[in-house]
């Protein structure tokens, strides 16, 4: 079916620390994967996202790495701030048209100061 | 560009009644989808509505329907309520479908109902 998994659901790291969080995907055939954040009380908010043509993806603090052998991709943010605490939410393309985008559960994610 | 727009921001009805919520994409957005988020259970996907018609439903009941105008606007609609159906009700737009094309929220409706 179709189905996303993302782990881990809650994360502490100190500030200054790498934190990764990590999702498979059910299909192999998905080609977009986008990542979104959302803070306490606040929208969802895209971050970054990529497709299944390139295996990594970097903007300032924050990287995406896709195995498309493997069918997982990860999030891994550099140097963590207090304000990179939110919820995280990876998402993987698929259907029948791979137009629809199937959410993972999220991550919690708290950067202690 | 102005957001993505919500209205009602928050709503209180009693079990049975009905409801109807409304989205406001970016303007030239032509995909408008529609989430129910809960604590601890994520973004439940409900549907998403293309040119007026609607393309992909998740696993909710008939309750829960939705339709899009040729201004690209969307209502969402609740019939018979129950208190299950509390949660924040958000919408997306995107440029094309969501499937190859970022989500851009809204900041929601949270729907309580007593």
């Known amino acids: 079916g179709e189905n996303v998994e993302q782990h881990p659901s809650t994360l502490s790291v100190q500030e200054g620390d790498s934190a990764v969080i990590k999702c498979t995907y059910s299909d192999s055939a998905s080609n977009y994967f986008p990542w979104y954040k959302q803070e306490l009380g606040k929208r969802p908010q895209l971050i970054i996202d990529i497709r299944s043509n390139v295996g990594e993806k970097k903007d300032q603090r924050i990287a995406v790495t896709l195995n498309k052998t493997a069918k997982h991709f990860s999030l891994h943010i550099t140097e963590t701030q207090p304000e990179d605490s939110a919820v995280y939410f990876c998402a993987a393309s698929m259907g029948t048209s791979y137009d629809k985008v199937i959410f993972g559960p999220g991550t919690s994610l708290s950067v202690i100061p | 560009k102005a957001g993505v727009t919500q209205t009602p921001r928050y709503l209180i009805k009693t079990r049975g009644q009905q409801v109807t919520l409304s989205c406001s994409p970016i303007s030239g957005h032509r995909s408008v989808s529609w989430y129910q988020q809960t604590p601890g259970q994520g973004l439940q996907f409900l549907f998403e509505y293309f040119s007026e018609t609607q393309r992909n439903k998740g696993n909710f009941p008939g309750r829960f329907s939705g339709r899009q105008f040729s201004n690209s606007r969307s209502e969402m609609n609740v019939s018979t309520l129950e208190l299950g159906d509390s949660a924040l009700y958000l919408c997306?737009?995107?440029?094309?479908?969501?499937?190859?094309?970022?989500?851009?929220f809204g900041n929601g409706t949270r729907l309580t109902v007593t």
């Open positions: 997306a737009s995107s440029l094309a479908r969501q499937g190859g094309s970022p989500l851009h």
